[in-house]
Every structure is written in C-alpha cells, then in structure tokens.
C-alpha cells in the first residue's frame, strides 16, 4: 500500500532538538507552512518573511512587550530544507525555564509538539530521504563507535539505497521485457533470451546474498559484541577485566568466590565495541548461596554471550580437564577462546603441553602480557575484513527480513525460467520481489508501519 505523502502533514511542529539539562546554548526546531509566520510574530527585530534561505539572524524573541531571550534563528526554505518545509531553529541559552517559555510561547501562537522523529518523518513523506536513509539518521544519532558512525554515514549518504535501486531498476526491465511478450503472445513473438534472462538473476541473486551476508557484520557494528570472562573461581578474571579496560574496574582479591555478581564494561578494539561481563567463578559445589546465585547469573551470561573467554590458571589445570571444558563449549554451540592465565610462573617447556588445545592464548593478566594478542583475537574472531570498505553493511533486522524474503522470491522467479512457465505467472514473482524492494524503501507501506518505525527516534530528530 502506497501512502498519501501529502495528507495530514499541514501543521507546524516544535520540538526541542538537544538533550535536557542545562548547557551554554539549546536548539529549538520548527517546520511547517506556518514556521516563518509563527516566527515573525515573536520576532520584531527582522522580517523573516523577505530573509535568505540558510542565513542566521540575530534578535530577541518577545512575548508582547515581555523579553523571554536574546537568541540567533537559522532560516531553511523548503524545499532545500531537512524537512522539505520552512524550518526554523533557535539557538536560545540553555535554561529549562528559557527552553520550556519559548516552547510554551510557540505553541500559543500555533505550533503543535512534534512527536518522536517527526521532523525526519516529515523528511521522507516529502521526498528527501528514503526510509533507508531515515533509519540511518538514527543509527548515526546512536552511534557510538567509529564504526557504526561510518556505515550510518554510508547509508545517508544514499549507500544502501543504491544498491537496493539498482536490484528494483533490474527487475523492472526484467518485468518490462517479459509483460512486452505478453502483449504479443497471440503472435508468438519472443523479445527477451531467457538465457541472458537467468544470467541477469544470478547477478541480483549473488548482490542480495552479499547484502544478507553484510547483516552479521552491520549486527557487529549496531549493538556490539557480548563477550563473557568465565571461569574456576580465583582464576584471574577480575585481574584479565582490569588488564583489558586497562583500569582498577572490578575488585581483585585472592580470596576465591570474590566476584559474587557479574560486572559488565565496554571495550573498544578498532572502532568496535566489545561489552565484556566478569562472571562470578564456576565451581562444582557452593555452601554460600549468595555465591551460587552469581554461579547461576554466570552461566546465564555465558550461553547468552556472542564469544566466551574461558579463563583458567595453567598452574592449576590440567590439558585434559581443559579440553573436556572446549568440547562442553562446543557442543553448546558457543564462540569461544581458551586462555591459560598467570603463565609467567612457569617455563616454555611446562606451558607447551597445552599446545595441543586450540584456540588458546597464554597470558599473565597480572604481567599484561598477552593482552594485545586478546583484544586481536576477539576481534578476528567477529570481523572478517576490513569493516571500513566501501561496501553496503546491512544493520537493520527489518531490511534484513525484508532481504530475506526477497531471496525466496528471486528463486521463485529463477524456477520459473528454468521450468520455462508463462511470462503471467512470472510477472506475478517479480512483482513480489519488487514488493519486498519497496518495503526497504518505503516506497510500499502504511502509516501505522511509520509511526512504530519512527517512534523509536528522539524528540527533535
């Protein structure tokens, strides 16, 4: 279902665009038809209405004769706005009771409060982003890595978007081709090889794998990994968390059973973040039952995480006990790595018996010794390549979904040209892979699938 992109979108919004709190400046956005007026009439020390578009005016905005700030007013003609609609922004002093006055003084002389993601809605209702590019607007506003800044840039940039025009544009001269038969069919005419036909299939075909491929990486890079520090009380893992933040974050004692709850921190190895979780330790029988509940939250964290650290002291085990642990871990299906800890009290010779176990690092936690080699590994381990290329990362699970189905669709259309059925029946499958195109797009869907999609932006925005 298309929707109406003109309907309903008469009003004039406020919206206040920076965080709460008080800080030097606030920003302060209006968009509508009304947006010059509404200014002009709290604004007397320009006339907005014969100002350049893109241009910041300095004056006091009043109530009547009561001065509420002294600020600057960036001015957006529509259409070369965000919105596509007269903007304008307020740079105001950052006082609540300065930001809640203006506000209260906009909506008296004919603002409405805009909603979650309004102005960004508004945006693509007026043809300025596509809803790929939306939705990276607010990944970019989330983002809180070099990497995830990167791919949201990529796709505002109209990234993701040309690659999904050009798998639409494909199938649309496919479609066009085949229905330019059906016209002519009482004729016999062919005007298409359905071998180049099959060729220009596998090409799309292998374009939306590398897309649906793209998403366990986009994953990555959105929420970050889950990395779990599991192991046999005293082994070390408070000391490996501390070496890894490089900073005193969890307590360390040589007290076993010193970790009673899991402490979770963030760690950034080349613009990806890791969320690292100190679980208390694991052992077999506990009389303590504060210390068996932490067992217990432990081993919860461990099958939720995305990679397991086993830690072990290599002083106290033997290769064998470890390996039975790896082959536990494995047949959880669980992304591990063993990492034999406090090695610094034994010889090359004493440490190569563990050889045989695989993954494995040797480290001392308490030496730092090894840590740098860690950080690598949990990296290689989640990244495959270069995370900064030029390629489309896919990151959101509704584009996914919709990839997904487009990949069923595209082997319906493959089948049917392999079974060589009516040019009817398979203008009917490409239509529905242009439907699932049209769902990443926006270009297919209603205002109830808007509201939730952009309710889950900030105010402002």
Not at 365 to 377: D, M, P, V
Not at 390 to 411: C, F, G, K, M, P
Request: charged share 20%; hydrophobic share 45%.
């Amino acid at each position: 279902m298309m929707i109406n992109k003109l309907s309903g979108w008469l009003d004039t919004i406020v919206a206040i665009a920076t965080p709460p709190g008080v800080g030097a400046i606030a920003v302060i956005r209006v968009s509508g038809s009304e947006s010059l007026a509404i200014l002009n009439a709290v604004f007397p020390s320009k006339n907005l209405f014969i100002q350049p578009s893109h241009t910041i005016h300095y004056g006091f905005i009043k109530d009547g004769t009561i001065l509420i700030d002294e600020v600057l007013l960036s001015i957006f003609k529509n259409p070369t706005s965000y919105t596509g609609e007269d903007i304008v922004e307020i740079s105001c002093h950052g006082s609540p009771l300065i930001q809640q006055q203006l506000i209260n003084l906009l909506i008296s002389k004919g603002c409405r409060l805009a909603k979650a993601g309004e102005f960004t809605q508004r945006a693509f209702l007026n043809g300025k982003l596509d809803l790929t590019q939306a939705e990276a607007v607010a990944d970019l506003i989330a983002s809180n890595s070099d990497a995830s800044k990167t791919t949201a840039l990529k796709n505002i940039r109209g990234g993701f978007k040309s690659d999904v025009a050009y798998l639409r544009d494909s199938l649309i001269r496919f479609s066009a081709l085949i229905e330019l038969e059906l016209d002519f069919a009482t004729e016999d005419v062919e005007f298409v090889d359905r071998s180049s036909l099959k060729a220009l299939l596998d090409n799309l075909i292998t374009i939306n794998q590398q897309l649906l491929h793209s998403f366990k990486l986009g994953n990555v890079i959105k929420n970050g990994v889950q990395v779990a520090i599991i192991g046999k009380p005293n082994a070390g893992k408070s000391t490996l968390l501390n070496a890894l933040l490089n900073e005193d974050r969890a307590i360390v004692s040589e007290i076993a059973g010193t970790t009673r709850d899991t402490i979770e921190e963030v760690l950034n190895i080349n613009g990806v973040l890791f969320r690292l979780i100190d679980t208390a330790g694991i052992r077999s029988h506990s009389i303590d039952s504060i210390e068996n509940l932490g067992i217990k939250r432990s081993l919860d964290k461990m099958r939720d995480a995305d990679i397991v650290i086993y830690l072990f002291d290599i002083n106290d085990m033997l290769p064998d006990d470890v390996e039975l642990i790896a082959k536990d871990l494995a047949k959880q299906s669980i992304k591990y790595v063993l990492v034999a800890n406090k090695a610094d009290t034994l010889d090359a010779t004493q440490i190569a018996q563990f050889d045989v176990l695989h993954p494995l690092l040797v480290i001392s936690a308490n030496k730092l010794k090894g840590i740098e080699q860690l950080k690598q590994t949990l990296y290689t381990m989640v990244i495959e390549g270069d995370i900064n290329t030029e390629a489309t990362i896919v990151t959101n699970v509704r584009h996914y979904d919709a990839l997904l189905q487009l990949s069923t669709s595209l082997e319906d259309v493959t089948n049917g040209l392999n079974n060589n059925i009516s040019g009817d029946l398979l203008s009917l499958d490409i239509r529905q892979c242009l439907h699932y195109l049209g769902l990443i797009t926006g270009e297919v869907t209603n205002e109830d699938q808007l509201d939730f999609i952009f309710s889950k932006f900030c105010i402002g925005k």
